[in-house]
Nanobody, 123 residues
Framework: QVQLVESGGGLVQAGGSLRLSCAAS????????MGWFRQAPGKEREFVAG????????YYADSVKGRFTISRDNGKNTMYLQMNSLKLEDTAVYYC????????????????WGQGTQVTVSS
């Protein structure tokens, strides 16, 4: 069992930056593929970024590529999402997720989810 808790969300102006954190409980964190998803009002939850258990492989949605950076520290059981050059359309609740099978872009693959943290980008 893994419990995930996101933090770091907030209100930021367009062009600004935020760093989200996802703290995980459980001894197997380092073996899970991890991902960030987001859900804007009235829209489906969508993939943002993913990272392999070893940190050697990262992948991104086209909409955030070059602006967001996913990372993890297995020693601290924590995953991060550095978000730069934020746009109005980045406004959403951001969720972290863990997958025992390695992760991917499909939300159906993930076994554990956090409760989410709100990110609001203003003009």
């Amino acid at each position: 069992q893994v419990q995930l808790v996101e933090s770091g969300g907030g209100l930021v102006q367009a062009g600004g930056s935020l760093r989200l954190s996802c703290a995980a409980s459980g001894r197997s964190f380092s073996t899970y593929g991890m991902g960030w998803f987001r859900q804007a009002p009235g829209k489906e939850r969508e993939f943002v970024a993913g990272i392999s258990w070893s940190t050697s492989y990262t992948y991104y949605a086209d909409s955030v590529k070059g602006r967001f950076t996913i990372s993890r520290d297995n020693g601290k059981n924590t995953m991060y999402l550095q978000m730069n050059s934020l746009k109005l359309e980045d406004t959403a609740v951001y969720y972290c997720a863990a997958d025992v099978a390695g992760g991917g872009q499909s939300r159906g693959k993930y076994d554990y989810w956090g409760q989410g943290t709100q990110v609001t980008v203003s003009s």
